[in-house]
Each structure stands twice: as structure tokens, then as C-alpha cells.
């Protein structure tokens, strides 16, 4: 059984920072892409960034590009999300995802391509 749970949300105001992390078990962590998804109210989920299994490529949408950094620590089993720069429409709910390919191609930003999802964390940011 794959568990991928998220934490680091909260509330922040325009311009400031915050960090998410992603834990995945039960699962080789180390050979698998992963990535962020975001979904706000009344909007379809939608991708944020993906990482490759070791953490050499990295592809971002482009309206995070510049402003978040995606990163993993195989050694720790942990992934992130540095968000910087952050403005009220990045707020939505934070999804993690695992696929079950070393990198994020084919379709790095379709739902459809990552098997195992967390439960997700609140992102807020107030204007």
C-alpha cells in the first residue's frame, strides 16, 4: 500500500514564502517522478510542477515558473515545494503526487499520468 502525505500548508500573505513537503511510503521512493498539483475552489486540479526520480529534471507551469522550486531528498524519502513570490491566486489546496515512471514524460502535466495521490494541504494567501 502507497501512502504520499503533504504537509507545510498554512496562511501567508502576497509576496511571502512557504515550503511544502511530501512523504511517500511503501513504494520505492527513490525510482519514481513525482509532482505538485494544485486545485482552487470551483477550478479543475491543475498541474504546478514535476521532478524526476533523482532529481536532475525538474518542469514547471508556467505560472509558477521562477517563483517555486521543486526538490527531493532521496535520502530522507521527502520531496518539496519552495513557493516564493506567492500571490493570492496560488491559493488552492496542494496536492502530491507519485507516477510510476522514473521521469515525468510522457504528459508531465496530466492528472491522469500519476497513480498515487495524498490528501492534500491548504494553501492561503491573503492579499
Known amino acids: 500500500q502507497v501512502h504520499v502525505v503533504e504537509s507545510g500548508g498554512g496562511l501567508v500573505q502576497a509576496g511571502g514564502s512557504l515550503t511544502l513537503s511530501c512523504a511517500a511510503s511503501?513504494?520505492?521512493?527513490?525510482?519514481?517522478?513525482m509532482g505538485w498539483f494544485r486545485q482552487a475552489p470551483g477550478k479543475e486540479r491543475e498541474f504546478v510542477a514535476a521532478?524526476?526520480?533523482?532529481?536532475?529534471?525538474?518542469y514547471y507551469a508556467d505560472s509558477v515558473k521562477g517563483r517555486f522550486i521543486i526538490a527531493r531528498d532521496n535520502e530522507k524519502l521527502l520531496m518539496y515545494l519552495q513557493m516564493n513570490g506567492l500571490k493570492p491566486e496560488d491559493t488552492a489546496v496542494y496536492y502530491c503526487?507519485?507516477?510510476?515512471?522514473?521521469?515525468?514524460?510522457?504528459?508531465?502535466?496530466?492528472?491522469?499520468?500519476?497513480?498515487?495521490w495524498g490528501q492534500g494541504t491548504q494553501v492561503t494567501v491573503s492579499a
Open positions: 511503501g513504494r520505492n521512493f527513490v525510482s519514481y517522478a
Open positions: 521532478i524526476s526520480w533523482s532529481g536532475q529534471g525538474t
Open positions: 503526487a507519485t507516477r510510476d515512471t522514473g521521469t515525468y514524460y510522457p504528459n508531465p502535466t496530466s492528472a491522469d499520468e500519476y497513480d498515487y
